[in-house]
């Protein structure tokens, strides 16, 4: 038979819980208080609360007592009512919590619990069974009665998926180096976001600069070598920073057995390889070329990610070496066919695969180890990749504006983002190489004349327009190399002296090494000498 369950009574209003009289909690006014001698002011109390002791660990909540082997400092934890005082040094070492746990004092790291021993109590009989998928060891650890000593220790941990603690962020004090940093910030690194988006080099770079002393260091050594070669800062200075970043690098290097899973290293490498490029080719040590092809030694171009924006900028750096050099591509070396991927993708990524095909064609060019016949068969696969490129390549590479500029040898060519200009560069200097190394033999005068303009002469114009109408600072540095080892093709004087006006014009506005190119270039037209590398 089923129990009956009593009804319990709602409480009357304080009038006549004061009377000892039975209300009907009539609203606005009951009836014991309307019909009261006196007037009666009819309130009702709000419902009390309740409050049910915990089943799990009462004796956190017993008082002031202590645990078996407690001691009075783990006591005062407990019971201090006052203020825990804010420490940042300790702040930085604190281990981030998760959002979705709620705060529990008793949950610090600092505080480590031992294992239970003994026989197990009916209570943590129960406690075993709780599902661990929904709670950490550590709740469940802390669900249990405390049958051991609490110990502080030094570094005691409760659980393994604790974060990682969260890195001491540094803020610059100093003016000088603020003033250097903030160079970077807003000039030097965007100068490296030719083919990123999002900035990578203008803004995580920084981010985690801050956080790096070694990447911090590099960053400082770039943009000291800039701001010294105008005027701006002393040399000592410059010499200091990259010091300071090599010592650093150094050790890091060569502690790790793979140096490339540190996020860092990459990024300092080609920042500080961008700060060597800031020398001209003589004096061009290349040490951090060098450094960085140890870093990137497995990485293959065919496999990276097309969003690796160190790798792909430490490959346009080679590439600029491979021009001035005319010597082959680290990463474009190999005798098998590319393979170009024309699967739907970001823009970016058709400006990255266009830069492995150009290191590909500088390396079939230039490898003296390759015989003619396979060199051939390369640079006609080479070619058929390249038009491929630019027959799939989205709509958005297609030039905004395109017409000719008064008394200007060169039309005037602009599109929309900066990897749209390396794009094209990359393949017209690509157009011109395949041209000049893969031209017929047996040809009359006509015949070869007319495929010099089309297949050299016309890409070499195209891609000196391309640069020429950049206002992009990264874009420009990007073709300066490109278009000073296609302009040893220019015939026009003054198509000539349009190509060194624009190179000592950049080299005074960004301090960019020119210099060595003009002189080559002079040397050419003059007929002082008939090779691109034999013409220092």
């Known amino acids: 038979m089923p129990t009956v369950r009593k009804k319990t009574r709602r409480p009357g209003c304080t009038a006549c819980r004061e009377r000892h009289l039975r209300c009907d909690r009539a609203q606005p006014t009951c009836s014991s208080c309307s019909n009261a001698r006196y007037p009666m002011r009819c309130e009702y109390n709000a419902p009390d609360l309740k409050y049910r002791p915990s089943i799990y660990c009462p004796e956190l909540f017993s008082g002031p007592g202590t645990y078996p082997g407690q001691s009075s400092s783990s006591n005062r934890r407990f019971s201090d009512p006052s203020p825990a005082r804010f420490d940042p040094a300790e702040e930085c070492l604190t281990p981030r919590r998760e959002a979705s746990k709620p705060r529990n004092d008793y949950a610090l790291g600092s505080w480590d619990v031992g294992n239970l021993s003994g026989a197990e109590s009916p209570k943590d009989t129960a406690l075993a069974t709780i599902d661990e998928e929904q709670h950490s060891p550590s709740d469940i650890a802390l669900l249990r009665p405390f049958s051991t000593p609490v ?26 180096e603020a003033k250097v940093f903030d160079f970077f910030v807003k ?137 001035l050099n005319q ?23 058709w400006t990255n695969r266009m830069s492995y095909l150009l290191a590909r064609t500088c390396s079939a060019c230039w490898d003296a180890t390759l015989p003619a016949g396979l060199r051939l068969g390369l640079l006609e696969k080479l070619q058929a990749s390249l038009e491929m490129w630019r027959e799939s390549v989205p709509d958005t590479f297609q030039p905004w504006c395109e017409y000719w500029s008064e008394n200007d040898s060169f039309p005037i060519i602009r599109y929309i983002c900066p990897w749209h200009v390396v794009g094209w560069q990359y393949y017209y200097a690509a157009k011109v190489l395949i041209g000049i190394h893969k031209k017929p033999k047996e040809m009359n005068m006509f015949d070869m004349t007319r495929y010099m303009e089309a297949e050299v002469l016309a890409p070499a114009h195209l891609l000196c327009a391309i640069t020429f109408s950049c206002d992009h600072v990264g874009a420009s540095i990007n073709g300066t190399h490109l278009i000073s080892w296609c302009g040893q093709l220019l015939s026009v004087k003054k198509e000539q002296d349009r190509l060194i006006e624009f190179l000592q014009g950049f080299m005074g506005k960004t301090k960019w090494p020119n210099q060595t190119c003009c002189d080559r270039l002079q040397r050419i037209w003059t007929g002082r000498s008939k090779s691109w590398v034999d013409s220092v």
Not at 158 to 167: E, F, G, L, N, Y
Not at 189 to 194: E, S
Not at 210 to 228: F, H, I, N
Not at 327 to 349: L, M, N, Y
């Open 187 to 323: 000039n030097a690194g965007p100068w490296l976001d030719i083919v990123s988006p999002t900035r990578y080099f203008g803004e995580a770079v920084p981010r985690m600069a801050l956080t790096d002393s070694t990447l911090y260091y590099a960053c400082l050594a770039y943009s000291a070598r800039v701001l010294t070669l105008m005027g701006d800062l002393d040399k000592n200075k410059a010499d200091m920073y990259e010091d300071k970043a090599i010592s650093q690098l150094i050790p890091r290097l060569s502690e790790g057995p793979d140096p490339s899973s540190d996020r860092t290293l990459p990024a300092t490498t080609v920042i500080l390889r961008m700060a060597e490029q800031f020398s001209e080719i003589q004096d061009d040590a290349r040490c951090h070329l060098l450094g960085a092809s140890s870093i990137f030694a497995s990485t293959d171009p065919d496999t990276a990610s097309l969003g690796e924006a160190v790798f792909w900028l430490y490959l346009r750096q080679s590439i600029r070496v491979s021009f």
């Open 151 to 176: 110990t502080r220790t030094a570094t005691a941990s409760i659980d393994a998926t604790v974060p990682a603690p969260r890195q001491c962020r540094r803020v610059v004090s100093d003016s000088l």
């Open 327 to 349: 010597e082959p591509c680290r990463f474009g070396a190999g005798t098998t066919p590319p393979h170009i991927d024309c699967t739907p993708a970001p823009d970016e990524a």
